[in-house]
């Protein structure tokens, strides 16, 4: 006979939370019931429940502010680093091959999300492109902004597939710009406003083709100046 599967008392627990944020339609953001209000809803000790919670933490289900409350993870329960880049010694070649999918994949999301973005999408997206451009003008590093940009695009498209590979293109933004040497401001923002003008007015090929031009011209960029490194030598 096959074995069953056992589970702790704080994993059923765990699994229970999360049935209960599906049937609630929690979203990310929202606050959850406290240890205690679980206890009773779940009919389990506080110490299971607290149990439980570590187990969802540790999964990006939730999220436990101190002295706020626990709230239903950004990060929908997918790890910051799902493909493992981390563990990879060779940066370039990684830079490299993300700038590849990013320029297989990222191209259709902009398309996609000129096509389902709501106006409720598109205000967030604009309030990312301004504090991007913000820190461009300043001349100060907007690598994090530049990945929220990228992320909030993957957002419109309200494809839940889509929008859990944002790790990895995140990943791919901040790897990017630790390779490179020398930032690329005014690009930036003529690209960037490109893409968000053409989603903003539902231009899907459009779109397609501004996200392309941008990846491919950093691609060109950090292929020149590997090149050049290497000359040097």
Same mark, same amino acid.
Do not use: W
């Given at each position: ?56 933490? #540790?999964?990006? $289900?939730?999220? !436990?502010?101190? +002295?706020?409350?626990? *709230?239903? %993870? =950004? ?87 889509? #929008?859990?590979? $944002?790790?990895? !293109?995140?990943? +791919?933004?901040?790897? *990017?710009? %630790? =390779? ?54």
């Amino acid at each position: 006979m096959p074995r069953k599967e056992r589970h702790t008392l704080g994993e059923q627990a765990a699994k229970n939370i999360i049935t209960y944020i599906q049937e609630e339609n929690y979203q990310p953001g929202d606050k959850l019931p406290n240890e205690y209000e679980f206890s009773e809803l779940l009919g389990v000790s506080r110490n299971t429940v607290r149990e439980a919670l570590r187990v969802l933490v #540790s999964r990006n $289900i939730v999220t !436990i502010r101190q +002295g706020a409350g626990t *709230f239903v %993870s =950004e990060k929908k329960g997918v790890s910051d680093d799902p493909l493992g880049f981390t563990m990879v010694d060779d940066r370039v070649k990684l830079t490299k091959d993300l700038l590849q999918i990013r320029y297989i994949i990222e191209p259709s999301v902009a398309a996609l999300a000129a096509q389902n973005a709501t106006p409720e999408d598109l205000e967030k997206l604009k309030e990312i492109l301004l504090e991007v451009e913000a820190l461009t003008g300043q001349r100060m590093d907007f690598t994090e902004k530049d990945a929220e940009f990228h992320a909030q695009i993957a957002n419109c498209t309200h494809n839940t597939v889509m #929008s859990n590979l $944002i790790p990895v !293109i995140n990943m +791919g933004v901040e790897i *990017f710009s %630790s =390779e490179i040497s020398q930032r690329e401001y005014e690009q930036t923002i003529r690209s960037h406003r490109s893409i968000y003008l053409a989603i903003r007015d539902k231009r899907a090929a459009d779109a397609k083709e501004a996200m392309q031009f941008h990846l491919l011209y950093n691609s060109n960029r950090f292929m020149e100046e590997k090149v050049l490194s290497e000359e040097q030598l």
